[in-house]
């Protein structure tokens, strides 16, 4: 007797998939490559995101849950959370561009996102999701009434059928790409990233997100800075690529950039690293019985209230589906109008609004210095940030003409630039 659904990917998309379809009585089984998903393994997002409307969702944590005010799902979640209220984009001088709400409410939360796996994880058992943990997919081929999955298993071999399948895997999803899902979507750039967990650190404060634009620094991609995993810890992003690798970066920048002297006496307590694709996005991630949600669809990410918002519609739509309505199509029609990166303008993220080489530092400074001392909305949003900022800045384009009309003349060009420029 095959599953209703299987769920290759213990992610929170993945998670969120089988609690919900479980909840909604299909026979689900959870097929997950680690043996314990409350361990981080690789470096990813860590917080929730408190703009409205973002990733497909609203979220707040509250009353010991993550609580989705569009989706009305909760998630336990009786972990540490850190209000994180100021966003400050910076410099080569050190000029800043400050993001806030007026009542500094916050703008994300830092919260252990293992702990929210792992409470994940028990709710699924107890609703009675069959899971596998160490469980390695090798393919799946799709038979038209059904999907027939290859998986072994603590050194064992087994097939798997299963009624509908959620490919659920992350940002760089082979399974997708051996049923031949994804092989229309171009590649723009592969980003190599490690976060570094530092102590010792100094003048960084936890309430606040930095982030550091310009060669100054060292880097290739601007660097993020904010805070660790512990109390008392710093995070630092470094993004690279095979040329100019994080661990050659780190080096370039704790010693010779501009950061160096803050970060003298700081010690490494730990890292994670990820390999990151940053492809188009799969507007139409639907293909006979097969659903691909997430970050296996995305833009890079949808951030962890994305992913918890793709399971709870994922698994919807294989109740309707099973049913015999058309829920498939059903949730591309929602992925299409909740995630930015489904838009026609969403390359100004990486394109338009590119910082970084497109300006020098001695550029930098006087574009942030014009906005300086201005709190502009208090927003993570990756594509709205950058609207925002731009937006402050042009509101002194007459004074940029007059005072340095080239630099004026490339911010007029300025969509030229290209994600694969910048990495």
């Known amino acids: 007797m095959p599953c209703d659904l299987a769920i290759v990917g213990a992610g929170p998309a993945g998670l969120m998939t089988a609690r919900t379809a479980a909840g909604l009585g299909l026979k689900t089984v959870l097929l997950e490559k680690r043996t314990d998903v409350?361990?981080?393994?690789?470096?990813?997002?860590?917080?929730?995101?408190?703009?409205?409307?973002?990733?497909?969702?609203?979220?707040?944590?509250?009353?010991?849950?993550?609580?989705s005010l569009e989706n009305g799902f909760r998630v336990p979640y009786q972990g540490p959370a850190l209000d994180v209220v100021h966003k400050y984009f910076v410099s080569p001088a050190g000029s800043r561009i400050h993001f806030a709400h007026p009542d500094r409410s916050p703008i994300v939360i830092k919260i252990d996102k293992g702990a929210l796996l792992g409470g994940l994880w028990d709710e699924c058992a107890r609703a009675g999701v069959d899971l596998r943990s160490g469980a390695h997919?090798?393919?799946?081929?799709?038979?038209?009434?059904?999907?027939?999955?290859?998986?072994?298993?603590?050194?064992?071999?087994?097939?798997?059928?299963?009624?509908?399948?959620?490919?659920?895997?992350g940002v760089n999803s082979r399974l997708a790409g051996r049923m031949g899902i994804t092989s229309g979507r171009s590649c723009m750039a592969t980003a190599l990233c490690v976060i570094y967990f530092l102590e010792g650190a100094e003048s960084f404060q936890p309430d606040t997100l930095y982030t550091y634009f310009g060669r100054a620094y060292c880097g290739l991609a601007p660097i993020t800075i904010n805070a660790g995993r512990q109390p008392g810890q710093t995070s630092l992003v470094v993004i690279g690529n095979k040329a100019n690798p994080p661990e050659k970066l780190f080096r370039a920048i704790t010693t010779e950039g501009a950061l160096a002297p803050k970060l003298k006496r700081a010690r490494i307590a730990g890292r994670l690293g990820c390999a990151a694709r940053a492809c188009m996005p799969l507007r139409t991630p639907a293909q006979g019985n097969v659903l691909v949600i997430g970050d296996a669809a995305a833009y890079v990410e949808v951030e962890m209230q994305g992913a918890l918002a793709c399971g709870f519609q994922a698994a919807r739509a294989v109740a309707a589906e099973l049913a015999g309505r058309a829920g498939f199509e059903d949730y591309m029609r929602w992925w299409q109008r909740s995630f930015e990166f489904n838009g026609d303008d969403w390359m100004q993220v990486a394109q338009g609004f590119a910082l970084v080489p497109a300006y020098g530092d001695d550029e930098l400074d006087y574009l942030f210095g014009l906005v300086e001392g201005e709190v502009l909305e208090g927003t993570y949003n990756q594509y709205r940030s950058p609207r925002l900022m731009w937006g402050a800045i042009l509101r002194h384009s007459e004074r940029i003409r007059a005072e340095l009309p080239a630099l004026h003349e490339k911010i007029m060009n300025r969509t030229q630039v290209a994600l694969s420029d910048m990495l």
């Open 137 to 169: 997919v090798h393919g799946a081929r799709d038979t038209g009434a059904g999907v027939e999955l290859s998986v072994t298993r603590s050194g064992r071999q087994e097939r798997i059928a299963a009624r509908r399948l959620i490919i659920a895997d």
């Open 38 to 67: 409350g361990r981080l393994t690789r470096a990813c997002c860590e917080q929730l995101i408190m703009d409205r409307h973002f990733q497909g969702d609203t979220v707040r944590l509250e009353g010991g849950a993550v609580v």
